[in-house]
């Protein structure tokens, strides 16, 4: 039977050019700004624009969204299984979008989800994967070359006309040796895309991701090794996709996936599903693993990296079963159910929903919930895989996301400042107040101080304005002050021993009258000597002598005197 998986995936050829994700000089650089606004765009986003991750099948409803704590851990916030009953067993979903629109809405309410923007993911049959080598072309260049559609018509060759088709693409590879690149071109029917996001509508939400469901796998397994800091997952993971659905083996290694289909046939399924016959399931385990076995020996010559257990996830409820099957046709590789909760922190009241043998099957929906980290493209990553998304309007909806989360920013930016600057204000303000009161704090006695002095200054100012008033009439006199102090000054030098003065009376002219006392005559005859023989006195004489004073002590035995003396000039 023919492969119904062979236009989807191609096993990869070891002759076939190396992803590798682009090196440090292939990115593009930015200054410490541009890096720093993204960076609080991207946070800001995150926690404004929430996301719920919707896995929809014919059987089951799966809801889940993720938040980050005040601890920066992963919480799993909502999460909800809804059963579908009444729909045929291999019916599909877009055979019955009204069924599953109504459905979707009953799980909405019972989750409580609160958010409008949806990642949901198609199934890897309704979608054209593939890497393709071109020229060496600048981003301009492919830009050009992909509106004239001149890159996909040459590159690509689909049956149907191109504009049939939601197209995503990204350049993961570029050898300037070589002077090729290598593009991620991944494309769906948009009336498929369009079905998609119509059963979304109607039941409630706004699709703003459509992903497919391998890489949404993937998003679910790198967030759980990152979240468990796993050192030996962190370059090559190995995961296997087994069920009724999709079988596949993803090799994920340095970050870009490697995707091998495994063919089942359709009586397969019934022994997938029914497991009574022990040869059957027993043959489908050696087709199953002898695809598997060469799909990771292919890998391992080619990269010459050993591959030693594989993820596996799963929705049989009897996985177990075979997965002892495969470990004993598998000898030297191990088979590991997934768990996508693994670092989650579980909320109480939603352990007993997720308390489950197998939780890999919940694997997709937990991988579009970690979708809200890149959605609106402020968190690029290495490779294009966590990027993808095929909704026709991305750009333009990416772009109001983008506007809209910006001018949040700036108007959370500028209330900020206004705030900080009314902070700064209203603290110098109180800082003000404070100092103030403090050099206030004795003002009553201040007050008093200053009214005493005021009393004070006001008998100062009378007394300076009759001092002002002398000075100026003593401006009109003529002052004889030098010649009164020279004379003085002499008659001070004059007297000897034993003699003091009593009283000294100047005329005011060109006589002056000594009057004191002296201890004996020869002390009077000495003083008027002395007087005589100085400049400015041209006489000095006895006018009259007195005889002790018996009656006070200290005069006793002392002669009294009065002596002219007349004043020459100088």
């Known amino acids: 039977m023919k492969n119904p998986f062979a236009n989807l995936f191609k096993k990869k050829d070891p002759a076939a050019p190396e992803i590798t994700p682009p090196t440090g000089g292939e990115q593009k650089k930015e200054n410490f700004f541009s890096k720093f606004l993204k960076n609080r765009l991207g946070k800001s986003t995150v926690k404004g624009e929430e996301i719920v991750g919707v896995d929809l099948s014919t059987n089951e409803i799966r809801l889940a969204q993720i938040s980050s704590n005040k601890s920066n851990q992963w919480v799993l916030e909502k999460f909800y299984s809804h059963k579908i009953e009444g729909l045929p067993e291999n019916a599909t979903v877009l055979e019955h979008p009204d069924k599953i629109a109504d459905e979707l809405k009953v799980a909405l309410q019972k989750a409580k989800i609160s958010t409008s923007n949806a990642a949901i993911a198609i199934p890897v049959t309704s979608a054209i994967i593939r890497v393709v080598s071109s020229p060496l072309m600048s981003d301009e260049e492919l830009k050009t ?14 049956t149907d006309n191109l504009d049939d088709y939601s197209i995503f693409h990204q350049v993961i590879n570029r050898d300037d040796k070589a002077n090729t690149m290598d593009i991620l071109f991944v494309a769906s029917k948009l009336a498929d895309i369009n079905s998609y996001t119509d059963i979304i509508k109607k039941g409630g939400l706004n699709a703003v991701i459509i992903d497919v469901k391998c890489f949404a796998l993937k998003s679910a397994v790198d967030q759980v090794n990152q979240i468990s800091g796993s050192i030996e997952d962190s370059n090559l993971t190995a995961v296997l996709e087994f069920g009724l659905d999709e079988n596949y ?45 060469q799909a990771v020996q292919d890998f391992e010559t080619k990269y010459e990296k050993r591959i030693r257990n594989l993820k596996v996830t799963s929705n049989l409820p009897n996985v177990e079963t075979y997965l002892g099957s495969f470990r004993k046709n598998l000898v030297n590789t191990g088979f590991n159910l997934f768990d996508p909760l693994d670092g989650l922190k579980i909320p109480a009241q939603l352990e007993e929903s997720v308390k489950l043998e197998n939780r890999s099957y919940y694997s997709t929906v937990l991988g579009l919930a970690f979708r809200k980290l890149d959605v609106f493209g402020y968190y690029k990553f290495v490779t294009a895989v966590k990027n993808i998304n095929l909704l026709p309007n991305r750009d333009s909806m990416m772009a109001q996301k983008k506007a809209k989360a910006f001018s949040n920013f700036a108007f959370k930016g500028i209330v900020g400042a206004v705030s900080i600057i009314y902070i700064v204000l209203f603290g110098l303000s109180f800082w003000q107040i404070s100092t103030l009161n403090n050099n206030i704090s004795d003002y009553d006695q201040v007050l008093q101080s200053h009214e005493l002095n005021k009393i004070k200054v006001e008998k100062i100012s009378i007394e300076l304005s009759k001092l002002n008033k002398s000075l100026e009439l003593s401006k009109s006199i003529q002052s004889n002050k030098k010649i009164s102090f020279r004379v003085l000054a002499q008659i001070a030098s004059a007297v ?55 009656s006070a002590a200290n005069t006793r035995n002392m002669k009294g005197f009065i002596i002219a003396c007349k004043l020459g000039k100088a």
């Open 496 to 550: 000897p021993k034993r003699v003091r003065f009593l009283k000294i009376d100047y005329n005011g002219s060109n006589q002056i009258i000594i009057e004191g006392m002296a201890a004996s005559d020869q002390d009077i005859l000495k003083l008027i000597s002395n007087l005589n023989s100085k400049k400015l006195i041209s006489q000095a004489s006895l006018a009259s002598m007195m005889l002790p004073n018996n």
């Open 145 to 158: 070359a992909i509106a004239s559609d001149s890159l996909w018509e040459n590159l690509v060759q689909l």
């Open 249 to 293: 083996v993803m090799i994920l290694y340095e970050n870009n996936p490697i995707i091998t289909d495994i063919f089942i046939r359709s009586q397969d399924r019934t022994t997938l599903i029914e497991s009574n016959n022990q040869e059957e399931m027993d043959a489908l385990v050696r087709r199953y693993v002898t695809q598997v076995k």
